[in-house]
């Protein structure tokens, strides 16, 4: 395939051989930074340092065979081989590209992802950290409705220093349950991106598209109560938390990366504000549980996004 | 697919409909196989989790499994069980799954390491009770649940990788279809002849019995030491709201609770499987 399409991935130029539906389109003229090939790459292999059932990893290298669709081999930081199944339903090999094949290229450089949802408020970049199942796509959607501009669903990248932390734009789409989309009065859902187990997608507007700095990390749980409770956590008790929710951690430990990923873990406890969450999981709530969001952490949408909101209100 | 070193069948299936003795089964089986002289915590027990927990999944793949095709996982689920088996908290594993098979027919619970399947099945009637005290449901929609494959709720349908628990009927059948060792517990028996009951599953897993660790084993997880832990500490597996987990432990809990009609709809939905596992179908 000769043709590239391009895309924004975390702040990176992408030219891919393949045309991806969830990503956003780039139009500057800069030089890309990573290279997603159609390659059938299986005649060379290397020797796996760890493994588990589809994937393995060698330091600089990570490939995952996943059955029916692709195998993908994601190699120094820039660049993911993709081989295809013939036949692979291609939003299939786009899920596997946008969750295994991303941690993997931007663990091998060095930024921090978080099993999170991220949203832009006035004060920074506000996360709702939680494993697949504690509602973070939900929250993250009823914020976007109240103007909060979507930084990502599932993956969330953050570029750290001693001094700094940023977080970095993802792509604007959403996975939820069918029925949430009931709760949050959206329109049909968007033809389905793949045969996700009872979820669909939407497109988030408004969506951030430049780094944004990391303000606030909120942990999320549920309780069989009838109550929502935020809680204050400190930097070091925070820890244990932010460290369960490092996405794709079992890949680490083979690309020799476990000493980066806990300097930057550190880093970011030093800086972050660290919140816990805890609500029913009565979808009737959702708007009381973003009401009490909004008042115990103190957050609003940046004045931009507000007017900008307003005015889509207003038309 | 990555090669996975063969392991010997060592993964005992602790197969129950929800609400039938599992918990307290494999804190017996833990705490005779620990040996120590001091009953174990009920939240430290080994697997306290279901088999079928989507995080245990979606870090040995890798993968999201939410976000690909059920038939997928449903496939790749034995070679996960493989790679599970042999570490310590995958020795009794819990399920509530009906026995199933893959696309191309292989058993899910992958034969390859398991040793075997322990079925511990309680009254119908007494399930009713128990489950819709745990679900905080009513009776009647509890009956209703129990009489088909009820879809989950979405707190399950996200925090486990899909799966069939069948109506209480053919939950068990599955098991008796199924194509690996199998042997039948009755809560009730375990409840009143403990000794006996537990040596045959000792026996099934080959184990010689420890008369003094047997008696110990049994006075540790009598039920109300249980509940008294649970009142005490709390119980992590708890996650419906309910007030307890262990709550009353009583066979017969039925004859107060359920209406004649009740009653009868129940026998209705399972009098042959119940007759099948030894429980006479009778209106008090």
């Known amino acids: 395939m000769s043709k590239h399409f391009?895309?924004?991935?975390f702040d990176l130029v992408l030219a891919s051989d393949l045309k991806l539906d969830r990503l956003l389109p780039d139009e500057s003229e800069n030089a890309p930074d990573l290279f997603w090939k159609c390659s059938d790459f299986?005649?060379?292999?290397?020797?796996?340092?760890?493994?588990?059932?589809?994937?393995?990893?060698?330091?600089?290298?990570?490939?995952?065979?996943?059955?029916?669709?692709?195998?993908?081999?994601?190699?120094?930081?820039?660049?993911?081989?993709?081989?295809?199944?013939?036949?692979?339903?291609?939003?299939?090999?786009?899920?596997?590209?946008?969750?295994?094949?991303?941690?993997?290229?931007?663990?091998?450089?060095?930024?921090?992802?978080?099993?999170?949802?991220?949203?832009?408020?006035?004060?920074?970049?506000?996360?709702?950290?939680?494993?697949?199942?504690?509602?973070?796509?939900?929250?993250?959607?009823?914020?976007?409705?109240?103007?909060?501009?979507?930084?990502?669903?599932?993956?969330?990248?953050?570029?750290?220093?001693?001094?700094?932390?940023?977080?970095?734009?993802?792509?604007?789409?959403?996975?939820?349950?069918?029925?949430?989309?009931?709760?949050?009065?959206?329109?049909?859902?968007?033809?389905?991106?793949?045969?996700?187990?009872?979820?669909?997608?939407?497109?988030?507007?408004?969506?951030?598209?430049?780094?944004?700095?990391?303000?606030?990390i909120v942990f999320l749980k549920w309780t069989p109560e009838d109550a929502i409770s935020i809680s204050n956590l400190k930097g070091i008790e925070a820890l244990p938390q932010l460290s369960s929710n490092v996405y794709r951690r079992t890949f680490l430990k083979g690309m020799q990366l476990l000493e980066s990923n806990f300097t930057a873990l550190n880093q970011i406890a030093a800086q972050a504000q660290f919140n816990t969450l805890t609500r029913p999981h009565d979808l009737r709530r959702l708007e009381n549980v973003v009401d009490k969001l909004e008042e115990e952490l103190g957050i609003i949408p940046s004045n931009k996004t507000h007017q900008s909101a307003q005015q889509s209100a207003a038309r | 697919m990555t090669t996975i070193?063969?392991?010997?069948?060592?993964?005992?299936?602790?197969?129950?409909?929800?609400?039938?003795?599992?918990?307290?089964?494999?804190?017996?089986?833990?705490?005779?196989?620990?040996?120590?002289?001091?009953?174990?915590?009920?939240?430290?027990?080994?697997?306290?989790?279901?088999?079928?927990?989507?995080?245990?999944?979606?870090?040995?793949?890798?993968?999201?499994?939410?976000?690909?095709?059920?038939?997928?996982?449903?496939?790749?689920?034995?070679?996960?069980?493989?790679?599970?088996?042999?570490?310590?908290?995958?020795?009794?594993?819990?399920?509530?799954?009906?026995?199933?098979?893959?696309?191309?027919?292989?058993?899910?619970?992958?034969?390859?390491?398991?040793?075997g399947a322990i079925l511990i099945v309680r009254n119908p009637l007494d399930v009713a009770v128990s489950m819709s005290h745990f679900l905080r449901m009513s009776i009647d929609d509890t009956i209703t649940r129990m009489s088909r494959n009820s879809q989950s709720s979405q707190r399950i349908q996200t925090e486990l990788i899909p799966h069939e628990t069948g109506s209480w009927s053919s939950f068990a059948q599955s098991w008796f279809e199924g194509s690996m060792p199998l042997l039948v517990v009755r809560y009730e028996d375990l409840l009143d002849q403990p000794e006996m009951a537990f040596s045959k599953v000792l026996s099934f897993m080959n184990e010689p019995i420890n008369e003094a660790r047997l008696q110990k084993t049994i006075a540790f997880n009598a039920f109300e030491n249980l509940r008294a832990q649970e009142l005490k500490d709390g119980f992590a597996a708890m996650q419906t709201g309910a007030a307890s987990f262990f709550r009353k432990g009583q066979n017969n809990n039925w004859k107060q609770q359920l209406t004649s009609e009740q009653q009868e709809r129940l026998h209705s939905d399972h009098v042959s499987m119940m007759k099948q596992l030894g429980y006479e179908p009778q209106i008090v």
């Open chain 2, 5 to 115: 070193q063969a392991k010997s069948k060592c993964t005992y299936w602790i197969a129950s409909y929800p609400k039938s003795g599992n918990t307290w089964l494999r804190m017996l089986l833990a705490t005779y196989f620990s040996g120590l002289d001091v009953p174990l915590n009920i939240n430290a027990l080994p697997s306290g989790t279901l088999a079928y927990h989507r995080k245990r999944f979606d870090e040995l793949l890798g993968l999201e499994t939410a976000d690909f095709p059920t038939e997928t996982l449903t496939d790749l689920r034995p070679r996960i069980y493989d790679m599970m088996a042999g570490s310590q908290d995958f020795q009794f594993v819990k399920t509530h799954e009906c026995f199933t098979r893959t696309s191309s027919g292989e058993a899910v619970f992958s034969e390859a390491t398991s040793a």
């Open chain 1, 42 to 216: 299986e005649q060379e292999t290397f020797e796996a340092t760890d493994q588990g059932l589809l994937w393995k990893t060698a330091p600089d290298c990570f490939e995952l065979a996943l059955p029916n669709v692709a195998t993908i081999r994601v190699k120094d930081g820039h660049e993911i081989l993709i081989n295809l199944v013939p036949d692979a339903p291609m939003a299939d090999v786009e899920t596997l590209l946008l969750s295994a094949g991303v941690a993997a290229l931007m663990q091998q450089r060095q930024v921090f992802l978080l099993h999170a949802a991220a949203f832009e408020s006035a004060s920074g970049a506000v996360l709702l950290a939680g494993v697949s199942g504690s509602g973070k796509s939900l929250l993250l959607s009823a914020l976007n409705q109240r103007g909060y501009p979507m930084i990502s669903d599932d993956i969330t990248a953050i570029s750290c220093t001693k001094q700094e932390a940023w977080v970095h734009p993802a792509w604007p789409k959403v996975s939820l349950m069918l029925d949430a989309f009931e709760t949050l009065g959206l329109d049909r859902p968007e033809p389905n991106l793949g045969q996700a187990q009872g979820k669909r997608t939407f497109t988030a507007t408004p969506f951030c598209s430049q780094k944004t700095p990391l303000d606030k």
């Open chain 1, 6 to 9: 391009r895309y924004r991935l």
